[in-house]
């Protein structure tokens, strides 16, 4: 079974910065599509950047764009996520995985919790 641990997340004040990382324990080669994705409480989880096959192009949610930057190494088989400017609104789960099926199985996730 696949294995993703995502790590990097924590307690920051509005405007901080953070840079999550995801290792998975298969190769993330640069034919797979990744994504991150953030989950907060009482909603659904939604994707927030995206990646694409051969690392041609990002996709970001509105809410990210310009403060977010998706990235990868294939040959570590890492995922990151450099976060900046942070918002209260930010505060959620963050998970990496592949943007479309078949998913990997989820993995914890990493708590971001954007607070004065």
């Known amino acids: 079974q696949v294995q993703v641990v995502e790590s990097g997340g924590g307690l920051v004040q509005p405007g901080g910065s953070l840079r999550l990382s995801c290792v998975v324990s298969?190769?993330?080669?640069?034919?797979?599509?990744m994504g991150w994705y953030r989950q907060a409480p009482g909603k659904q989880r939604e994707l927030v950047a995206g990646i694409s096959a051969g690392d041609v192009s990002t996709i970001y949610v509105d809410s990210v764009t310009g403060r977010f930057t998706i990235s990868r190494d294939n040959d570590k088989k890492m995922m990151y996520l450099q976060m900046n400017d942070l918002k209260p609104d930010d505060t959620a789960v963050y998970y990496c995985?592949?943007?479309?099926?078949?998913?990997?199985?989820w993995g914890q996730g990493t708590q971001v919790t954007v607070s004065s």
């Open positions: 995985n592949t943007r479309s099926p078949p998913y990997f199985s």
């Open positions: 298969v190769s993330i080669g640069s034919w797979r599509t």
